[in-house]
């Protein structure tokens, strides 16, 4: 597949199915990883979204300085598209964050600067402040304020959650590839058996879409359908409206007066928040889908997002001592608190079980799937894995 430019890279991350992993009670896993982003991190699509639209708002000129305080993921989002945009970013990071994405900031040509991490992200935002006071044609996205930041989820990683689950529940994956050590044992084999799989799974799919109803124009965006089952699609240039990118297909919406099918596509969707955007912008599109479709937040102990006492969690990007305009917590159906510990052996389950390289608030994300797996049965679990392992090596939590 041809791109033409890196930004077009941003969106469109694969959802897969935890298989290795034991689950209890016949639970099913499903994670997005968002560390397939260009820069390595589901804020990718904030930074985008929001800086194409003020962009287009004569908002942004060639003079013009992005200011921004971030844990590390967000900075790395700005500082990719500023460089696109030819604009310069500063970033205002706690020194408590990952060494290797302030790293990664300065390589993308950013500049850092460092709060003391006694004063957490409120110690950060508070220097941003005092920046965008003092520097001419300065920009800030206000992530813990500015709507745009669930909106860009909104538009892009529910519904790609949406589309890539439905389905699902009707077919197993561990059924489809069976004993991995053998179906595999060759090259050759690999590629014969990725065929049968693709003409199986489009079987399947047309089944699917027989029983409910749909046409081949409600087939979701998934490349293996495109190619094999014929769906059309077409690459986007990446100057386009952030939703405007992304070849969605047409997805049923069920006003209140029509029947919902008898079960939701899937059951419960699981997230960490920080500045609340990926949680409350998937959380909103879902439930708009499916009342049934649960939201339940990942928390750190230590953050008051989800309740409970404030204190000093290192789970990167999620939890916070105070709570974001742009979170909204009343979408949210349940909270699992999660440990720093727990965090870390979640990432270390996953890099050794499943070969998946998340970071520590996947880990986290993890757990608390797990935990909620203990809880309920024969349901369909989604979670949001943010960024990758390598950004953490210097903690020495692996």
């Given at each position: 597949?041809?791109?033409?430019s ?9 959802l897969v ?9 016949n639970?099913?896993?499903f994670?997005?990883?968002?560390s ?5 991190g ?8 929001i800086?194409?639209?003020a962009?287009?708002q004569g908002?942004?000129q ?6 921004e305080?971030?844990?590390g993921?967000?900075g790395?989002?700005?500082?990719f ?10 970033l205002v ?7 290797e994405?302030q790293?990664?900031i ?5 500049e ?13 935002i508070?220097?941003?402040?005092e920046?965008?006071d ?13 709507p ?6 909104y538009?892009t990683?529910a519904?790609e959650?949406y589309?890539d ?6 077919t ?9 050590s053998?179906?595999?044992a060759t090259s ?5 058996s990725q ?14 879409q ?6 081949n124009t409600?087939?979701?965006n ?5 190619e ?5 699609g077409?690459?986007?240039g990446?100057?386009?409206?952030i939703n405007?990118r992304?070849d969605?297909s ?7 007066q ?15 928040a ?8 998937i959380?909103?599109?879902?439930k ?7 939201a339940?937040?990942?928390d750190?102990?230590?953050?008051v997002?989800?309740?409970g006492e404030?204190g ?15 979170m ?6 349940m909270?699992?608190?999660?440990s720093?510990?727990?965090a ?8 050794k ?16 799937c797990?935990?909620l797996?203990?809880?309920v049965?024969?349901?369909?679990i989604?979670?949001?894995f943010?960024?990758?392992?390598s950004?953490y ?5 692996v």
């Amino acid at each position: 597949m041809l791109f033409h430019s890196s930004l077009e890279l941003i969106g469109n991350t694969p959802l897969v199915e935890l298989s290795r992993i034991k689950i209890p009670n016949n639970n099913r896993i499903f994670a997005k990883l968002e560390s397939y982003n260009p820069a390595g991190g589901v804020k990718d699509r904030t930074a985008l979204h929001i800086l194409q639209k003020a962009q287009k708002q004569g908002k942004l000129q060639k003079d013009s300085v992005v200011i921004e305080a971030t844990a590390g993921n967000t900075g790395l989002g700005i500082a990719f598209v500023c460089l696109h945009f030819n604009i310069k970013a500063i970033l205002v990071v706690p020194d408590k964050f990952s060494i290797e994405k302030q790293i990664l900031i300065r390589s993308l040509g950013a500049e850092v600067i460092n709060t003391p991490k006694e004063l957490g992200m409120q110690g950060a935002i508070d220097k941003a402040k005092e920046l965008l006071d003092s520097t001419p044609h300065s920009f800030s996205l206000c992530q813990f304020e500015n709507p745009l930041n669930p909106e860009a989820h909104y538009l892009t990683t529910a519904k790609e959650i949406y589309a890539d689950m439905r389905g699902v529940r009707d077919t197993n994956i561990r059924d489809f590839l069976g004993d991995l050590s053998t179906t595999h044992a060759t090259s050759n084999d690999k590629k014969s058996s990725q065929i049968d799989l693709a003409d199986e799974f489009c079987d399947d799919f047309k089944g699917y879409q027989a029983k409910n109803n749909l046409s081949n124009t409600d087939s979701s965006n998934s490349k293996i359908v495109s190619e094999k089952c014929g769906s059309s699609g077409k690459s986007q240039g990446s100057l386009l409206d952030i939703n405007d990118r992304r070849d969605f297909s047409p997805l049923p919406h069920f006003s209140p007066q029509a029947e919902l099918p008898k079960t939701p596509i899937f059951d419960y969707f699981v997230a960490g928040a920080g500045s609340g955007g990926s949680f409350s912008g998937i959380a909103k599109y879902l439930k708009e889908q499916d009342s049934r479709i649960q939201a339940v937040l990942c928390d750190p102990i230590g953050s008051v997002i989800g309740g409970g006492e404030k204190g000093c969690a290192n789970i990167e990007g999620i939890g916070n001592n105070f709570i974001p305009k742009t979170m909204d917590t009343s979408l949210i159906d349940m909270v699992q608190k999660i440990s720093d510990e727990q965090a870390y052996q979640g990432l270390r389950i996953l890099a050794k079980e499943e070969g998946i390289l998340s970071g520590i608030s996947s880990g986290a994300c993890l757990q608390a799937c797990l935990k909620l797996a203990e809880q309920v049965e024969n349901s369909l679990i989604v979670t949001l894995f943010a960024d990758d392992l390598s950004r953490y090596l210097s903690k020495r939590i692996v």
